[in-house]
């Protein structure tokens, strides 16, 4: 049996988190002793994960900040955890990231792993490459767009044997920006789980008004989704007399911001906060149209859970969803303005014979089916 570590920094809804919780649900146990080692938090997807993953929370919240501030904290809360990490973190800064390999007994009790995954980068694929005794070490890349600090991205890349992309568009841009690790690139999406997804999506049904469209975006409320432009969208498609309501799944930094948008736009009374949900596809399910403003994405999970559920797709171009739909035959791509996504919108909700076209097209593609990732993790396994 071999012995799997995986790294990351909680558990909490988002993509990349429940991308490994699809994972960990589809190991083989019989074959894979696996351990989860998160950074911050067990996090809300806490409950699903299987009881066959040994579970480590190491928080290393008390960490963060400038170095005295965090010191005091940690021995204020005794967190010598805490306290010995923000050590090993000033001596990384002066002596380079490699240094945090004296973290190995704290992080894992000096085990020994076939593989450990870093499964975002940073300090998670940090602790991967350097901080493990392991025959073989991945990290996993789940960004539309290069967010690293480059040199340690790289120095950490080069110490691992895969660096694994969720999307071939991810995968060239990689490439592209450090070509002496490209030999390690290689391809595995994120899987969706239709079953699942179905089964989540018959809970509850989230709308009470039948007699306007329902349109949902669900995503992480951060920069780069572009939510505003789903908003001056709304206020576009209010004045052309559209009856509708506009919901946003999830939160993040941006909320307060974009709450304060909408009022000023107008649409405070259509476009509606629905906050975070740890089950949001009976959102998917019964909303007449899914729209994604997203400026940056490596795959975009929810894209493909909204159409696994039949929902036609309006989504802004960007690395992932553009290499799996199909213009105008399995959903409709939109240019990164509120003209064309209000454009786009307005042409399908008054158009019956487009949405039917849309509808009939919009099934996930077997490429993103749980057989497919999974034999791609257990080839990366076999080392």
């Not at 996504?341 to 039917?356: E, F, G, P």
């Amino acid at each position: 049996m071999k012995k799997i570590l995986f790294i990351n920094g909680h558990m909490n809804t988002g993509g990349v988190e429940k991308s490994l919780l699809d994972i960990l649900r589809r190991l083989d146990y019989d074959c894979y002793d696996v351990d989860l080692l998160l950074l911050e938090e067990l996090g809300d997807y806490g409950a699903e994960i299987p009881s066959n993953v040994h579970i480590h929370v190491k928080s290393l919240k008390n960490t963060y900040g400038p170095f005295l501030k965090s010191l005091i904290t940690c021995v204020k809360v005794r967190d010598w955890f805490g306290l010995k990490m923000r050590v090993i973190f000033l001596l990384m800064k002066f002596g380079g990231q490699e240094r945090i390999a004296l973290a190995k007994k704290l992080l894992t009790a000096n085990q020994h792993y076939d593989y450990v995954i870093g499964f975002r980068p940073g300090i998670c694929t940090q602790i991967a490459a350097f901080a493990v005794h392991a025959e073989g070490r991945a990290t996993w890349w789940h960004h539309g767009e290069i967010n690293v600090e480059r040199q340690s991205y790289l120095e950490c890349a080069q110490a691992c044997d895969k660096i694994v992309a969720v999307s071939h568009a991810c995968s060239k841009m990689l490439a592209d920006a450090f070509p002496t690790i490209s030999n390690k690139l290689t391809v595995i999406p994120n899987m969706i789980d239709k079953s699942c997804i179905l089964q989540k999506a018959d809970e509850f049904c989230p709308y009470s008004r039948k007699d306007v469209h329902q349109i949902v975006t669900l995503c992480r409320l951060s920069p780069e989704k572009h939510i505003e432009n789903a908003i001056f969208a709304a206020q576009k498609l209010k004045e052309a007399g559209i009856a509708f309501q506009w919901h946003l799944v999830g939160s993040g930094v941006e909320e307060a911001k974009l709450r304060k948008t909408a009022v000023a736009a107008g649409v405070a009374d259509i476009f509606l906060f629905e906050g975070n949900q740890t089950n949001p596809y009976p959102y998917l399910k019964y909303a007449d149209l899914f729209v994604h403003p997203s400026y940056v994405e490596s795959q975009g999970i929810v894209i493909l859970e909204a159409m696994a559920l039949g929902i036609p797709c309006i989504v802004t171009k960007s690395l992932g969803p553009c290499e799996f739909i199909q213009d105008g035959v399995n959903g409709i791509l939109a240019e990164q303005t509120p003209e064309s996504l209000a454009q786009k919108v307005n042409a399908i909700l008054t158009d019956a014979q487009l949405y039917a076209r849309i509808q009939r097209g919009s099934h996930c593609p077997e490429k993103f089916f749980p057989e497919y990732t999974m034999s791609g993790i257990e080839r990366l396994f076999r080392v």
